[in-house]
């Protein structure tokens, strides 16, 4: 095993086309050498003629850069990994990379209308088309981004996204059609993006985003989007950001209001963690599968990450770097706040204390998605039952307590016969009125909030509380189609 010397998009025509080449080198400079006498192409671009490192490069060793370390004599060994980061977004790019890149006929046709733009021209289409943009989430948010980001020419979109589409999704992913329910969002999205512009080269990561695999995922993107919809991603996409010195684009939407801004352009941008440094707690914030959201919101919430993103491609206009837009669909009002740098931060300051990516989940009190998948047979633990279980029960002519804490906007779409309505938020003030000393079945619409009401319970002193896995949707899936699933 050797060392592997990652090769960034805008350098990879120079390089055979390769993204990894492997060598077996003592130190940086070493490396260098033996890739540029198999590439000599790459040579200009990354040294000088008296051999010094090209100040538009940076080489990283794992995560520091080496200009930190000992320069072209840092030290290697075996397994180390070597990222080559030119400088691209803000319009700094070498120039004899600019050159290099070309538009044919068919580009320019497609593209002239941002080639008759003064401040665009083909100077900036060809930086798009050099360009990568990392997606999180290919949904609400997604889906305009993906869209105008392909029409625009952003040379290569990697989307990470694991979901399936289902029909609540039509209602604002635009992505996809009534016929794609059941697929999966990812080769969806990329023959939708293939449809719109077959120029864009796109990179699927099919599998939910992670600790243990996110700096793999990020790195060598020149702009990660986020179009999450939960906190423990969220705060996942901001600390790799930092981490790499990638910038972020965030959008968030809630119902009728949508938030956006650029987050760790540069070292004196706020990141989410400066305007956000702990999550609210779980329960308080609901997702949008739990609190709904205006089809139309994302679409236009998307639509202004999908402008920053390009604005920081090309390096024109003014970022959204230290501002946060808020927008109110009802009152069709755009508010902005500023944001600064927390000179304390815990992940961008000088002196973090969050050094590596940490487990997201726990620090968030939630999981990272909303999809809970009903055990086919058993219940993984005696605080949990499985709807096929609760049926066989009721069929046998049980009535055991079943507590829905649901919204009553949910308990108004469907609810199961006999079950007695408190939602989540009243539990506390209400919790009295249950029987302490009798079984009772929790639910809501995937099992996540209900699995928190039945820890409040039994946090009280309830000595039979189970929560229903898979919620209502499970039972509308596997149990009962007359029950709308939603
Ligand atoms: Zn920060």
């Known amino acids: 095993m050797g060392t592997k010397i990652l090769i960034p998009t805008a350098l990879r025509q120079y390089a055979g086309g390769q993204e990894i080449v492997e060598v077996n080198a003592t130190d940086v400079s070493d490396a260098l050498q033996q890739l540029t006498s198999t590439y000599p192409d790459l040579k200009k671009n990354l040294l000088s003629d008296e051999g010094s490192l090209r100040s538009f490069i940076n080489i990283y060793k794992g995560e520091d850069n080496i200009r930190d370390l000992s320069n072209l004599q840092t030290q290697i060994s075996d397994g180390d990994e070597l990222l080559i980061v030119p400088s691209i977004a803000g319009g700094s790019m070498a120039s004899d990379i600019m050159d290099e890149i070309t538009l044919s006929n068919d580009e320019i046709h497609r593209y002239s209308r941002h080639l008759l733009i003064p401040e665009f021209g083909i100077e900036g289409q060809k930086k798009l088309k050099q360009s990568s943009v990392l997606m999180i989430g290919a949904g609400g948010l997604g889906s305009p981004l993906a ?7 952003v040379g290569k979109i990697g989307i990470v996204e694991y979901d399936t589409i289902d029909t609540s999704n039509l209602q604002r992913q635009l992505l996809y059609r009534t016929e794609d329910v059941g697929k999966a969002k990812a080769d969806v999205a990329k023959s939708s993006i293939h449809g719109i512009n077959p120029f864009v080269d796109v990179e699927l990561y099919n599998t939910p985003l992670t600790s243990e695999n996110a700096l793999d995922i990020f790195r060598g993107y020149d702009v990660v989007v986020d179009g999450t919809d939960n906190f423990p991603t969220r705060y996942l996409v901001n600390d790799a950001c930092v981490m790499l010195g990638i910038p972020n684009v965030y959008g968030s939407i809630f119902r009728f209001e949508g938030q956006v801004s650029v987050f760790n352009l540069d070292q004196d941008c706020a990141c989410y963690r400066c305007l956000y440094p702990e999550p609210p707690p779980p329960g308080l914030v609901p997702s949008c599968a739990e609190g709904g959201v205006l089809g139309v919101l994302p679409g236009i919430i998307g639509s202004l990450q999908a402008i920053e993103t390009i604005k920081l491609l090309t390096g024109i206009g003014e970022s959204l770097k230290n ?25 961008c300051s000088d002196h973090p204390t969050i050094t590596e990516l940490i487990d997201y989940e726990q620090f968030c009190g939630m999981p990272s998605h909303d999809r809970m998948e009903p055990a086919e047979s058993d219940a993984q633990s005696p605080d949990e039952i499985t709807v096929f279980e609760l049926k066989k ?38 919790y009295q009125e249950l029987d302490p000393n009798r079984e009772i079945i929790a639910l809501c619409k995937v099992g996540a909030r209900s699995a928190k009401a039945a820890d409040f319970l039994k946090e009280k002193g309830f000595k039979d509380v189970k929560n229903l896995v898979g919620g209502i949707n499970a039972w509308s899936e596997f149990i009962d189609p007359e029950v709308p699933y939603y």
Do not use: Q, S, W
């Open 323 to 347: 501002r946060l837009v808020i927008f109110d669909a009802l009152k069709m009002k755009f508010k902005e706040l500023k944001l600064k740098k927390n000179r304390d931060c815990v992940v």
């Open 393 to 430: 029960r009721l069929d046998n002519g049980e009535h055991p307590f079943i507590l829905d804490v649901r919204l009553n906007e949910e308990y108004e779409i469907c609810k199961l016969d006999g079950a007695t309505l408190i939602p989540i938020h009243d539990l506390p003030l209400r």
């Open 147 to 153: 869209m105008y980001l392909a029409a625009a020419g």
